[in-house]
């Protein structure tokens, strides 16, 4: 390739597993860098002097050359020049497009210690779906997201330290933060200078997604009533999902919208985030809130164009975001009680619990219910985290300062 390839924050944590039994697989939505990622990886493999093998699925004569069975594979890497006594590293670009890829893959890591797989698939469930329990314990996992902030200033070569104390510094990242809210975290949309052009490829990574992943997963017919459910979705990000609502608004059985967001979570659209609770008899637990992993995609399909404007439910969204890329999805929550308290997110890390408000604007802050938090499971403090107007407290925060909350 001739652009440039740009690193990313997980890369360092995926070159730890080089050398190692495991086969690494990378998951993530379409367009969001799994590809960019593994040519950075090959590129730092080849500078080294290692040998590598690169093969993209999209192209259908690879395909059926690993459906044929791991014989004609190793046939063919033989005539690729490889060296069964030295490491040969076998990158394979969207794994999902393969029939049954688990008995292929469990041959070359049982049989096979000379080479090392490293695969990427654009859907978590169709990976699932396909890798049998025989992979258990020869895999490891990670999970792509669109880019950080930290990302998205290193992909427009920006350098500001994000723990500046100047005033100046400061008000340029919150002008670039708001870029960032409103345009999203794609690699390509963030590189892309107009806006018009950000606006074409968003619509192009909706429909491809709409297309290629929702249409073969599910095998939707009734396309018109998916794509309003996925705009009530989108008007939905940070609120309380619904599932009745949207089951009698868009005309579907309460059975088929739970299995759309199932597969909306597993393609890394959507995120049903659990109500963290320890006494269930005081607090809501089992109406779960909606987020969109990105906020450009989230604008793209609810409005259908970039307004330029931060909207209600967006700069919660783009908090989430953060959050979602800096700790593991599992340990993210919020927290509502029968009575209407609420607190956005509550982290988990460890034995450590931080409760974190996000408001765009620190004027519009009600600390009531932090407090209460607070006292009731004995946490010593809370984070606010807002865009505009001036901070009032040494908890409060500005969303790039999200990373050193814990």
Known sequence: MNEKIYKRKITDEIVSYFDTDNIIVLHGSRQVGKTHILYY?????????????????????????????????????EGEGIDKSRKTYVFIDEIQYL????PFLKLVSDHHKYLQLILSGSSSFNIKKKFTDTLVGRTVDFEIYPLDFSEFLDFKGIQIDLQTKSAIHASRLKELFREYILYGGYPKIVLEDEIARKEKYLGQIVN????????????IKQVQKFNRMLKLLAESSGNLLNIAEISQTCGLARETVENYLFILENTYIIKLLPVFSYKAKVEVVKTPKIFFYDTGLLQ??????????ILGNMFETSVF???????????????????GQEIDFV???KQEILPI????NFRHVNRSALITFCRKYKVKQGA????????KTAQDLWPWEINNLM
């Open 41 to 77: 990886l090959a590129d730092l493999l080849k500078k080294q002097n290692k040998k590598i093998i690169f093969i993209d699925l999209e192209d259908g004569r690879f395909v059926e050359l690993l459906d044929s069975g791991i014989d004609k594979f190793i046939n063919f890497l």
């Open 99 to 102: 029939a049954n890829p688990s």
């Open 208 to 219: 491809t997604y709409l297309k290629r992943d929702i249409h073969d997963l599910a095998q």
């Open 300 to 309: 793209t399909v609810w409005l259908r164009n970039l307004t330029g404007n």
């Open 321 to 339: 975001s953060q959050l979602i890329k800096k700790y593991q999805v599992d340990k993210i929550y919020f927290w509502r009680t029968k009575r």
């Open 347 to 349: 982290v988990l890390n």
């Open 357 to 360: 408000e996000a408001k765009l």
């Open 384 to 391: 606010v985290v807002g865009l505009e107007g001036e901070k």
